[in-house]
């Protein structure tokens, strides 16, 4: 079944640096591809999600690019601030189109 | 919008008794999954229900869980004879129809620990 290795699983950044993500997948069938963050007790916050056919997206200083010839997909986050502070999962799913196979997440520290 | 809302958000059981989780999805919305997330194995698909029926359990484990969806506004997962390995917390999403599992609304989870 698909695999998908999330790298870093920690991560400390200063305030307005920018913050990287980086997710790589195995099966080469996957078409969905989401970054969800979770703040601390809280649900899985959806930040944005591409589907196969595109490769880069920004919205509200955050970028997503999709590598499908490496299978890898990142998230960068420009100009972090403290309240971007929180775990990150990104999260992919195959044809089926309904079962999400998420990365091990990474915790963001923005020092302010 | 209140979102999905999961209740209860934090469930102490003993270890044999049972444990039932209440998930409401957004109004509107078709499809409901439920999601194990723990400190070991991550982010763990268990189900998943669209117009109300079950379409892939795969994820559950073959005993003691079972989840229903009655209607349109909640679904529960059910949890019998609970085991200590049972502890998590278990999250419930929703989306609409024609939206893929790329794009899911979760709710805040219930956390259940099992004595």
């Known amino acids: 079944g698909e695999q998908v290795e999330q790298r870093p699983p920690h991560l400390s950044v200063r305030e307005g640096d920018s913050a990287i993500i980086i997710c790589t997948y195995t099966?080469?069938?996957?078409?969905?591809f989401s970054w969800y963050k979770q703040e601390a007790g809280a649900g899985l916050q959806l930040l944005m999600s591409?589907?196969?056919?595109?490769d880069r997206k920004e919205e509200q200083g955050l970028t997503v690019l999709l590598n499908k010839k490496d299978k890898r997909l990142s998230l960068n986050l420009t100009a972090a601030h403290p309240g971007d502070s929180a775990v990150y999962f990104c999260?992919?799913?195959?044809?089926?189109?309904?079962?999400?196979?998420f990365g091990t997440g990474t915790s963001l520290l923005v020092d302010p | 919008n209140a979102g999905v809302i999961q209740t209860p958000r934090h469930k102490v059981t003993g270890k044999g008794q049972e444990a039932t989780l209440w998930c409401e999805p957004i109004?509107?919305?078709?499809?409901v999954f439920w999601y194990r997330q723990t400190i070991v194995q991550g982010l763990e698909f268990l189900t998943y229900?669209?117009?109300?029926?079950?379409?892939?359990d795969s994820g559950m484990p073959k005993e003691r869980f079972s989840a229903q969806m009655p209607n349109q506004s909640h679904s529960t997962l059910k949890i019998q004879s609970t085991q200590p390995q049972d502890s998590a917390v278990y999250l419930c999403?929703?989306?609409?129809?024609?939206?893929?599992?790329?794009?899911?609304?979760f709710g805040s989870g219930t956390r259940l620990t099992v004595l």
């Open positions: 999260a992919v799913s195959a044809n089926m189109g309904y079962k999400l196979t």
């Open positions: 099966d080469s069938a996957t078409a969905y």
């Open positions: 591409v589907l196969s056919n595109v």
């Open positions: 109004s509107g919305h078709s499809a």
């Open positions: 229900f669209r117009n109300q029926a079950p379409i892939d």
């Open positions: 999403a929703s989306n609409r129809l024609g939206e893929g599992a790329e794009t899911l609304y």
